[in-house]
């Protein structure tokens, strides 16, 4: 005699503990096995797009804090890198370093985020974030340092940076660049080794590196399947064509590549940090530019590699002071695409931690 | 009936006789309260008081004296945890209310006494209802057998063990009540896995315990105590504690199994929909479970009252379970949680072969030495548990399934075709 | 650096396989007729020398007089990158061939280009809003829908 069983439909989300933000995901489950997925997006659209269009064109780089609010450095830098090339023009060198430093400091922040809420959807009650939590707090305060805010920073000008740094700023950057690599390391051997994560990360949630590239995949993600491509290398923007930093590369592209991945990353960015210090050059942080911005009409892409992945603004302008279009390629919305095809075939339990390692905020996927 | 043996405290007339005060207290916690009670009672009217009534009335203060150490251990049990998970994170822990935050448990129950309790629409009321009490009943009566200090035991039963191991499991009915009649799916999905969890996990419990009656000869708790004289049952059974040790983490719902209210995952799952006072029950009657279970593995494992140094039987007792009980919270301060799949992984594969090993060899010691098992196959326990359990664990281990991919076709029309 | 692929080079690749597929080449990027778009693409994938398999950013500009989309194609494998752009003359319907079957990272932005531009995509599986309900009217990032309602 055969029953007749029909699978049970869930609705993760928008309010569920583990969906990082106002994210819903219809979910059929055959039992504890997921049947089918279809993600439901839009529950933080805020329209930046269009709002971008009605302001000038440095007001707009405080619409990018909110994009990627766990690394709003990144979303300010690939926005004034955009407007630089829409207007042809090019920070001077020291501004060119404290973006880098800054956007590699946001790295490291967003990667401990990650982490830590990774190892919380895991199941890890609260330890792994706290510990996370405590070094990101020091980064949070340097950035406190440079532009009086920790998260909504709008530091980066078009042309430059807000401010130069400010004399207390080195001797706390010392005290972290000596701290963190420590931290990190603890990190490692805290979590790596362990037998639990290990069995719930390794060949878990397995993305090709085939699926990856059609999918259009982007960032740790992509580089945990085993594709060399981080835009720091292969597309070299601002000064990082002068410094030295490996790119880590993953083998399986499962849960455990991505996780490791990003432990490595940090130690790289730790680097880059620690280079940018000792290089940094003198001068001045920015240019001189009239108050509102006239780019002439045209087009322009401007795109860094974000802590999510490829972050890129297309601008168009009309030759006014507001951008005629704002596009964002927003990493976290696009490595979304192929969230379903990940999730087919594997539990309840895997679904929270193969969300959590693709690592995306809902900032920027509704934008 | 045999009054003496079956209610607190009340001892054969002469017990006390010829001992200090403080003896006394190192025996039961109120001594000769029941006694006296039970001497006022029998001697004012010789024959007026029938037995039955003594029997009663006594039953029932002890029962209230055992419920409300237990409830009132509840609260600072996990005061204890919060204090404690706070010091693994880095944080403080409560400190606000009262001093060093002992107050804490006061202000959350007043907080939940005071609560709207919200039954949804949807829910079976009856059943909604009847679930935490299903759920924390169970749980409390677990504490009748535990033998607190020589003699202080409220029912010392002969099949003590046993009775145990039947009442806990029926606390999962109320789980699964609770679970079904929230008519929520995260309810439903945490009340299906707690079957799963404590059908599989039950078996090398059992199993596990066995080993240490097979070494005592009974299954009275008060007995076993008794039977470890010298050194605690830890060194002859290693093994059979180690597998004890894991399956009433599962039993208890702790991580790394606490999966069937795994917050990132199912919210909080079966008890979801409560609120309140509802789930302050709920609450209890886990945390209850957990001092419970301490005072089991205490008294099978440590040798429960006995202590190397002249203190009270009762403080050597609490001071193991304190000590058991902060070892739970460590691993749910250190240890990601398992998948479901994973979890039967370590219970059949794992724990039951283990189980299993560890009576073998209980049996073959025992026949070995049948007048005490001499003291050098201490460390030869250990040696040999460790290297089961590092074989086992290389051949066994908790990997789970691979991905199953469900042949069936898409759910969500609008995806059918991408 | 990335680099970017001639417009030239690769409209001639083009039209020895599509005559009529390429409108127009700019320095850095060609405009393509729309109703050889999906071929183009495929071509332009599966192609050893060009091996764009990967579509970066899919967007949509509102030009008010026609509809702009704009595909973003990288290399990974030789470090190169391309843009195409599909004009679309209409104001009503607007579609272009969607291009889901040949990448599917564009099922997402394809979306959302519908959902806040209004073009369509023939031949998407799921067409439909992503981030705004069913039932809002207008698409908000067309010129001429306003912010603030007079």
């Known amino acids: 005699m055969t029953l007749k069983t029909e699978p049970i439909t869930v609705n993760i989300g928008p309010q569920h503990p583990s969906t990082h933000g106002v994210f819903r995901l219809r979910v059929a489950f055959d039992g504890e096995v997921i049947q089918d997925v279809e993600p439901v997006f839009g529950y933080l659209h805020r329209g930046s797009e269009k709002l971008a269009e009605e302001r000038t064109y440095t007001q707009v780089v405080t619409l990018t804090d909110r994009l990627d609010y766990v690394a709003p450095m990144t979303s300010n830098q690939a926005y004034v890198l955009a407007v630089e090339r829409l207007m042809g023009i090019e920070a001077p060198e020291r501004g060119q370093y404290i973006r880098v430093m800054m956007a590699e400091l946001m790295r490291i922040a967003s990667h401990l985020m990650m982490i830590g809420f990774f190892l919380q959807d895991m199941g890890a009650f609260g330890t792994p974030l706290m510990y996370t939590f405590r070094e990101r707090e020091d980064i949070l305060d340097l950035f406190e340092m440079v532009c009086g805010a920790r998260i909504t920073v709008t530091y980066m000008r078009v042309g430059g940076v807000q401010a130069d740094l400010p004399p207390e700023f080195t001797p706390a950057l010392e005290r972290f660049l000596a701290k963190i690599p420590g931290q990190i390391d603890d990190l490692e051997q805290l979590l790596s080794g362990n037998e639990i994560l290990i069995a719930r990360t390794k060949n878990v949630g397995l993305l090709s590196a085939e699926a990856a590239i059609n999918g259009s995949v982007t960032g740790p993600a992509l580089r945990a399947s085993g594709v060399d491509w981080d835009l720091r290398k292969s597309d070299p923007y601002e000064i990082y064509d002068q410094l030295e930093f490996d790119v880590p590369i993953g083998e399986n592209g499962d849960n455990y590549d991505r996780f490791v991945l990003r432990l490595e990353e940090m130690r790289q960015s730790v680097r880059i940090v620690r280079q940018c210090k000792e290089q940094m050059p003198g001068g001045p942080h920015r240019l001189e530019l009239p108050m509102l911005l006239r780019p002439p009409a045209g087009d322009a892409y401007g795109r860094v590699e974000a802590p999510k992945g490829e972050l890129g603004f297309y601008l168009v302008s009309d030759g006014s002071i507001a951008p005629y279009r704002c596009a964002i390629r927003s990493p976290s919305f696009i490595n979304l695409t192929v969230l379903r095809d990940m999730l087919i075939g594997w539990k309840l339990a895997d679904m929270v931690t193969i969300f959590g390692s693709l690592d995306v905020n809902m900032g920027e996927v509704d934008r | ?418 | ?150």
Not at chain 3, 63 to 86: C, G, I, M, P
């Open chain 3, 1 to 150: 650096m990335t680099r970017r692929y001639p417009a030239d080079d690769l409209a001639g690749k083009i039209r020895t396989r599509f005559p009529d597929a390429v409108a127009d080449t700019a320095p850095a990027e060609l405009y393509l007729e729309r109703d050889r778009l999906r071929d183009v693409c495929e071509f332009l994938r599966d192609d050893e020398a060009l091996d764009f398999r990967a579509l970066v950013a899919l967007n949509a500009v509102d030009y008010v007089d026609y509809f702009e989309v704009v595909y973003r194609l990288v290399s990974y494998r030789h470090n190169h990158a391309t843009v195409l752009k599909v004009r679309v003359y209409e104001r009503d319907e607007p579609s272009v061939p969607s291009v889901t079957s040949v990448w599917k990272g564009a099922e997402l932005q394809e979306r959302e280009v519908y959902d806040l531009m209004g073009v369509g995509f023939e031949g998407h599986p799921n067409l439909k809003r992503v981030f705004l309900w069913e039932g809002f009217e207008g698409h908000p990032l067309r010129r001429d829908f306003l912010l603030q309602r007079p």
């Open chain 2, 1 to 418: 009936m045999p009054v003496d043996r079956l209610a607190t405290g009340c001892q054969p007339l002469g017990f006390w006789d010829g001992m200090g005060l403080w003896e006394q207290w190192g025996i039961n916690f109120f001594p000769r309260l029941g006694d006296t009670m039970c001497r006022a009672m029998g001697g004012a009217t010789p024959g007026g008081i029938p037995d039955w009534l003594i029997f009663a009335i006594l039953g029932l203060a002890g029962a209230f004296a055992v419920v409300n150490v237990a409830m009132l251990g509840v609260p600072y049990v996990i005061l204890l945890e919060r204090k404690l998970l706070g010091r693994f994170q880095h944080r403080v822990g409560p400190n606000r209310v009262g001093f060093f935050g002992l107050l804490q448990p006061m202000a959350d129950g007043i907080k939940l006494m005071t609560k709207e309790d919200i039954t949804p629409r949807v829910a079976d009321k009856l059943v909604f209802s009847l679930a935490p009490l299903v759920f924390v009943v169970p749980v409390l009566l677990m504490f009748a057998p535990l033998p607190w200090a020589p003699h202080a035991v409220l029912a010392d039963l002969d099949v003590g063990i046993l009775y145990i191991v039947a009442v806990t499991s029926a606390a999962e009915i109320g789980v699964f009540m609770g679970g079904w009649s929230s008519n929520n799916k995260f309810s439903l999905f945490g009340a299906m896995r707690v079957v799963a969890l404590v059908v599989s996990y039950e078996i090398p419990l059992v199993l596990a315990i066995v080993g240490v009656v097979m070494l005592t000869g009974s299954l009275n708790l008060a007995a076993i105590v008794e039977g470890q004289r010298f050194v605690p049952n830890l060194l002859w059974q290693p093994l059979g504690f180690i597998v004890f040790m894991i399956a009433v983490s599962a039993e208890l719902n702790r991580a790394p199994f606490d999966l069937l209210e795994a917050d990132s995952e199912l919210v909080s799952g079966f008890h979801t929909e409560y609120s309140g006072m509802k789930w302050g029950v709920i609450q209890i009657g886990e945390y209850a479970a957990i001092i419970g279970f301490s005072g089991i593995i205490a008294t099978l494992f440590l040798s429960g009252w006995k202590g190397p140094a002249p203190m009270p039987g009762y403080l050597w007792f609490v001071l193991k379970m304190g000590m058991i009980i902060s070892g739970f919270i460590w691993v749910r301060a250190t240890i990601p949680r398992l998948r479901v799949d994973q979890i039967m992984n370590l219970g059949w594969k794992f724990l039951l072969p283990l189980a299993l090993i560890n009576i073998f060899v209980t049996a073959g010691e025992i026949l070995a030495y049948p007048d005490g098992l001499p003291v050098w196959l201490i460390p030869v326990n250990f040696a040999f548990a460790a290297i089961v359990v590092a074989v086992a664990a290389r051949l066994l281990g908790i990997q789970g399934q691979p991905r199953q991919v469900v042949p069936a076709p898409p759910v969500f029309e609008t995806m059918a075709s991408s």
